[in-house]
């Protein structure tokens, strides 16, 4: 077969870009819908209302994302049975694991505490499984529909909408749970969990995917893999990076929402801020997303670390449950998101360009990686605040330190490693942070200049 033949074999239209990518923006929406509303923290306040404590928590992040190292069983498949395939079996089997939540209220008005935190532990982890072995195809389906020119724009196109859709979510569940819910408001959400989880299903079905090719597709094992994986010293270096960034990023999430609960905040305000994650998002992805299409990553990743550092850091100074509180509650969450969402952004819009279309499980290796150093900060960081619970001295009378005092301080020092290490991620095409700096502030100082400007008088 001719080399022009076999690339018309696997080349896609227009219209079957198009319509892929609006069709992974629908995926996106039903999965943050089932995330939202099934998971984060939704799960995270229906174990404390269970009783757990900081040690649980920690060890229930830990279990509900330890799953996704079953993806590198599915990296072969992939390959020779294709994307699509493998997303649609183990992402409707995710769907039916789903199904026992529902029935968490009725087991929480027969059954202790601890065995209901077993059971949702059990089920989340057998429903996060099921997803980890499809998502191997996720990354890779993505780089066959987006064209690399427009990979920037896109994923801020596709996490606007999924943010809009986890604002919405989030508001819509605060004021569902109120200030004290009770089961049967968990019920619904749960509920609106199973339905998304459907939804994230069905477009599949629409989506073109470039054909595996079976006469190239030869079973490799996993340990050939990694080994391959760890000899391309670009993605290694990327890898470690995101590990370390994750850890960071990871680390206080189900904690945050402990702390708050401790303090006197309502369900209901709790997740009402932490709606601030999609807020944020929504308002400075199309902002990142340029940036990254017409700057590169390398600003991305400066401007970020330096306000996770900081946004993480001032949470020293949450106090009690009070109106000054909850503001500076909210503005925390909307500034650490801002942040955030630039830093995945380029962690993306960097993998899908470096990764060679050929070699797509790459990809899988560096979203495990970023998974694993998920899952691993909550419970490090768990089984501090369970050991350091009955630490507590004061500095001149002044100023109380506690175990979560201490943690916040190590988690926001954490953000300066990934900060010295975006040295090793900059390419070819990325502008020096100062000159982008230049650049975006150039217009808005010209704007203020203009607007101070002396009026001269109008000559006669």
């Given at each position: 077969?001719?080399?022009?033949?076999?690339?018309?074999?696997?080349?896609?239209?227009?219209?079957?870009?198009?319509?892929?990518?609006?069709?992974?923006?629908?995926?996106?929406?039903?999965?943050?819908?089932?995330?939202?509303?099934?998971?984060?923290?939704?799960?995270?306040?229906?174990?404390?209302?269970?009783?757990?404590?900081?040690?649980f928590?920690?060890?229930?992040?830990?279990?509900?994302?330890?799953?996704?190292?079953?993806?590198?069983?599915?990296?072969?498949?992939?390959?020779?049975?294709?994307?699509?395939?493998?997303?649609?079996?183990?992402?409707?089997?995710?769907?039916?694991?789903?199904?026992?939540?529902?029935?968490?209220?009725?087991?929480?008005?027969?059954?202790?505490?601890?065995?209901?935190?077993?059971?949702?532990?059990?089920?989340?982890?057998?429903?996060?499984?099921?997803?980890?072995?499809?998502?191997?195809?996720?990354f890779?389906?993505?780089?066959d529909?987006?064209?690399?020119?427009?990979?920037?724009?896109?994923?801020?196109?596709?996490?606007?909408?999924?943010?809009?859709?986890?604002?919405?979510?989030?508001?819509?569940?605060?004021?569902?749970?109120?200030?004290?819910?009770?089961?049967?408001?968990?019920?619904?959400?749960?509920?609106?969990?199973?339905?998304?989880?459907?939804?994230?299903?069905?477009?599949?079905?629409?989506?073109?995917?470039?054909?595996?090719?079976?006469?190239?597709?030869?079973?490799?094992?996993?340990?050939?893999?990694?080994?391959?994986?760890?000899?391309q010293?670009?993605?290694?270096?990327?890898?470690?990076?995101?590990?370390?960034?994750?850890?960071?990023?990871?680390?206080?999430?189900?904690?945050?929402?402990?702390?708050?609960?401790?303090?006197?905040?309502?369900?209901?305000?709790?997740?009402?801020?932490?709606?601030?994650?999609?807020?944020?998002?929504?308002?400075?992805?199309?902002f990142?997303?340029?940036?990254?299409?017409?700057?590169?990553?390398?600003a991305?990743?400066?401007?970020?670390?330096?306000?996770?550092?900081?946004?993480?850091?001032?949470?020293?100074?949450?106090?009690?449950?009070?109106?000054?509180?909850?503001?500076?509650?909210?503005?925390?969450?909307?500034?650490w998101?801002?942040?955030?969402?630039?830093?995945?952004?380029?962690?993306?819009?960097?993998?899908?360009?470096?990764v060679?279309?050929?070699?797509?499980?790459?990809?899988?290796?560096?979203?495990?990686?970023?998974?694993?150093?998920?899952?691993?900060?909550?419970?490090?960081?768990g089984?501090?605040?369970?050991?350091?619970?009955?630490?507590?001295?004061?500095?001149?009378?002044?100023?109380?330190?506690?175990?979560?005092?201490?943690?916040?301080?190590?988690?926001?020092?954490?953000?300066?490693?990934?900060?010295?290490?975006?040295?090793?991620?900059?390419a070819?095409?990325?502008?020096?942070?100062?000159?982008?700096?230049?650049?975006?502030?150039?217009?808005?100082?010209?704007?203020?200049?203009?607007?101070?400007?002396?009026?001269?008088?109008?000559?006669?």
């Amino acid at each position: 077969m001719s080399v022009l033949k076999i690339i018309n074999k696997y080349k896609m239209s227009r219209h079957d870009r198009r319509r892929s990518m609006f069709l992974a923006i629908v995926v996106s929406i039903g999965s943050i819908i089932a995330a939202t509303c099934g998971a984060g923290n939704i799960l995270s306040l229906a174990a404390i209302k269970l009783g757990a404590g900081e040690m649980f928590l920690g060890f229930f992040n830990f279990v509900s994302i330890a799953p996704f190292v079953l993806a590198l069983l599915t990296m072969s498949k992939i390959e020779t049975s294709g994307k699509i395939r493998v997303l649609v079996v183990w992402w409707s089997l995710s769907a039916i694991c789903m199904i026992p939540f529902l029935f968490l209220p009725l087991a929480a008005e027969w059954w202790p505490g601890w065995i209901c935190l077993t059971l949702l532990a059990i089920s989340n982890a057998l429903r996060n499984g099921a997803t980890a072995l499809g998502s191997t195809g996720w990354f890779p389906l993505l780089q066959d529909i987006v064209p690399r020119r427009y990979t920037g724009r896109f994923f801020a196109r596709l996490r606007t909408n999924w943010q809009t859709a986890n604002l919405i979510c989030l508001i819509a569940a605060a004021f569902i749970l109120g200030s004290h819910p009770g089961w049967g408001r968990f019920e619904i959400l749960f509920a609106l969990a199973l339905a998304g989880q459907i939804v994230t299903v069905l477009p599949l079905l629409g989506i073109v995917e470039k054909k595996p090719r079976k006469d190239e597709a030869a079973e490799v094992s996993i340990y050939k893999r990694i080994v391959e994986f760890l000899e391309q010293k670009v993605l290694r270096n990327y890898t470690i990076y995101v590990i370390f960034y994750m850890l960071a990023a990871g680390a206080m999430e189900p904690f945050n929402i402990k702390l708050l609960s401790d303090l006197g905040y309502s369900y209901g305000f709790i997740l009402a801020a932490t709606a601030m994650v999609g807020f944020g998002a929504v308002i400075s992805l199309r902002f990142w997303g340029t940036m990254a299409d017409n700057f590169g990553n390398r600003a991305i990743f400066s401007i970020s670390h330096v306000g996770m550092l900081l946004s993480t850091a001032a949470w020293l100074f949450v106090g009690k449950s009070s109106t000054a509180g909850m503001t500076l509650v909210t503005l925390l969450y909307l500034c650490w998101s801002v942040f955030n969402s630039g830093n995945t952004l380029a962690q993306t819009n960097y993998m899908l360009r470096a990764v060679p279309s050929h070699k797509q499980n790459y990809m899988n290796f560096i979203v495990l990686a970023q998974r694993m150093a998920t899952a691993v900060a909550p419970l490090a960081a768990g089984l501090f605040l369970n050991f350091s619970g009955g630490l507590h001295f004061n500095i001149r009378n002044a100023v109380h330190i506690d175990g979560y005092d201490i943690l916040f301080a190590v988690n926001a020092i954490a953000f300066v490693i990934p900060h010295l290490m975006r040295s090793h991620l900059r390419a070819e095409t990325d502008l020096p942070t100062s000159h982008v700096l230049t650049l975006v502030a150039r217009p808005i100082l010209d704007t203020i200049v203009y607007a101070f400007r002396p009026i001269k008088p109008r000559q006669k």
